[in-house]
């Protein structure tokens, strides 16, 4: 039998060799590591100066239903209408079928064109009297009538602007307005109902932010109601938008900043004056979340900042760049070669996606890795990243893992964003970046190409 301090000095001595060879073997492990290590290439990028043609954003042309055969005449100059439904003949009675198949050519006519709209219904767009409907269930028995229309053609709808009551559909001088309580009663009836009845990727716009808090407060669904300003810079309160005695201008304006939760927001200008400046509207409409503006009201507006800069660009080519989103790469990381070897799994290639616009770009658009092989085959991955949170000026991180290409000989590596229900991912409904390093074909911005040894480049 073993002296007790034998027995001591032999287990602390195998306590010491067993210390030793796990630090030996952290160290080996790291230095191996660090051999096999993948290395990888960084690339920052700046904004590009790009002009783009992306969907639902930019300058708009309003038209009535009955006049599709415009719709060509603007090619080339805007992609975006305000489709206005006149329902004048129709304030006693159901609308007709002939009236229906007005509005379906119109859109069929967007699809065919590639255009989107901003539909709104009124009953009289060429009087300023009121002559709204004979009762609110003629209202709604309307918007039972339009709403399957506008959900079967839902990716030619950029946004829904409330309407139905008041000359020209812009909630002001109707009976149906009279008193703060039935004025309200009715809003959110008339907003509950087109939130029911169209589908819920649509977004419903309304005249004044008084009447999005209005809504809220009656529980209605705060992410599908956005703010139409058709008095746009026109005043103090912009002829009465800015109507709420708890908010100044500044504060609704940090208000809309806060908590529209939608970037479907836009309007018109009625005239030049001393708040249609330039420097106004630079420092309210990324705080109003603007997306669209009217290229006919106000022309005036248009030439005072053409005269006018933004920093070394003219302030209407700049405001015609960002007005919605503006979606660019500001940083590419990858593996310079895809090789598949022991540390495969630990490869990505990730990038940085920045939004330069006024606004975020709307619920209704998905992200996607797209990956072409060497046989010209298309691999796509989709990414659960929402971008409605990307906020004028913010940015998201976005990454491929390499895993995911274990039986892909990747040639190209690129992305794709696109509207989720267009099934064919048309391009003229997909969207290009801003950057001016990346080929955009098909609707997809492609970034990074592999030669045939697995090497990773930024230019084919």
Not at 45 to 69: C, I, S
Not at 86 to 95: F, G, V
Not at 158 to 164: I, L, N, P
Not at 231 to 248: A, E, V
Request: net charge negative; charged share 30%; proline share 2%.
């Amino acid at each position: 039998m073993q002296p007790l301090w034998n027995l001591q000095e032999i287990i602390v001595n195998r306590i010491k060799k067993g210390i030793i060879l796990a630090v030996v073997g952290i160290v080996s492990i790291f230095v191996i590591m660090n051999i096999l290590k993948v290395k990888e290439a960084v690339i920052l990028y700046e904004e590009g100066e790009k002009l783009t043609e992306n969907p639902d954003r930019g300058f708009y042309v309003q038209l009535d239903a009955g006049e599709k055969e415009k719709i060509e005449r603007y090619e080339g100059e805007v992609r975006l209408f305000l489709l206005a439904f006149d329902l004048y003949a129709y304030r006693n009675e159901e609308i007709s079928l002939e009236k229906m198949e007005e509005l379906i050519g119109f859109l069929e006519e967007a699809k065919q064109r590639k255009v989107t709209c901003i539909f709104r219904a009124a009953y009289g767009f060429e009087r300023e009297e009121c002559n709204d409907a004979d009762s609110m269930e003629r209202i709604i028995e309307h918007i039972g009538q339009i709403a399957p229309i506008l959900n079967q053609y839902k990716n030619q709808i950029c946004c829904v602007q409330a309407g139905f009551f008041g000359p020209w559909g812009e909630w002001h001088s109707s009976p149906y307005l009279e008193g703060a309580d039935m004025g309200k009663e009715n809003r959110n009836r008339l907003l509950q109902e087109l939130l029911k009845q169209l589908d819920e990727d649509i977004v419903i716009d309304v005249r004044r932010p008084r009447f999005i808090r209005d809504a809220w407060k009656a529980g209605l669904d705060s992410s599908r109601i956005g703010f139409h300003n058709d008095g746009l810079l026109g005043s103090d309160t912009d002829l009465g938008t800015y109507d709420d005695s708890k908010y100044s201008r500044q504060e609704e304006m940090e208000w809309m900043k806060e908590n529209l939760q939608t970037g479907l927001n836009g309007g018109e200008m009625p005239s030049k004056n001393e708040y249609s400046r330039i420097k106004r509207a630079m420092e309210e409409f990324p705080k109003m979340k603007l997306s669209y503006l009217n290229l006919k009201y106000n022309e005036q507006v248009y030439e005072q900042w053409k005269s006018q800069m933004v920093g070394s660009e003219n302030a209407f080519d700049y405001i015609s760049k960002h007005l919605g989103y503006r979606l660019f790469i500001s940083k590419v990381q990858y593996p310079v070669s895809l090789k598949k070897g022991i540390l495969w799994n630990r490869q990505c290639v990730e990038i940085v996606l920045q939004n330069s616009g006024f606004a975020p770009i709307g619920k209704g658009y998905e992200l996607e890795w797209v990956v072409e092989d060497t046989d010209e085959n298309i691999h796509c991955f989709k990414e659960q990243q929402s971008l409605m949170e990307v906020e004028s000026g913010g940015q998201v991180s976005i990454r491929l893992k390499a895993k995911m290409l274990k039986k892909v000989n990747a040639k190209k590596i690129g992305i794709r964003i696109y509207k989720k229900d267009d099934k064919e991912k048309c391009s003229e409904n997909c969207v290009e970046l801003v950057n001016d390093e990346f080929p955009y074909h098909n609707g997809i911005n492609w970034i990074l190409f592999v030669d045939e040894e697995g090497a990773v480049m930024q230019n084919q």
